[in-house]
Nanobody
Framework: QVQLVESGGGLVQAGGSLRLSCAAS????????MGWFRQAPGKKREFVAA????????YYADFVKGRFTISGDNAKNAVYLQMNGLKPEDTAVYYC??????????????????WGQGTQVTVSS
């Protein structure tokens, strides 16, 4: 059974940093691309970042480029999201997701087949 468990969220002041972790189990972690999405109250879930299954190529939404970094650790079956320079508009529930296919699309929610329960990130001004 595929399980994705996020952790590391919390309350931080604007300009601060957080590191989110996603622990994966129940599948061959090295064979799947992974992504991070977020959803703010009243808004659609949106793409944040993705890591291809080789672990060498990364993809980012424009609004996080230069501030967030996605990385993975196959030995620990984990993917991380380092978030620096946080802004109040980054406040959302952040979700880890497993890409369901080997295609080249990374930015849509339909490109992912398994999701974690989410972790809340709140950035105060």
């Amino acid at each position: 059974q595929v399980q994705l468990v996020e952790s590391g969220g919390g309350l931080v002041q604007a300009g601060g940093s957080l590191r989110l972790s996603c622990a994966a189990s129940g599948f061959d972690f090295s064979a799947r691309a992974m992504g991070w999405f977020r959803q703010a109250p009243g808004k659609k879930r949106e793409f944040v970042a993705a890591l291809d299954r080789s672990g060498r190529r990364t993809y980012y939404a424009d609004f996080v480029k230069g501030r967030f970094t996605i990385s993975g650790d196959n030995a620990k079956n984990a993917v991380y999201l380092q978030m620096n320079g946080l802004k109040p508009e980054d406040t959302a529930v952040y979700y880890c997701a497993r890409k369901w296919d080997s295609g080249s699309n990374y930015g849509g929610t339909t490109d992912y087949g398994s999701w974690g329960q989410g972790t809340q990130v709140t950035v105060s001004s």
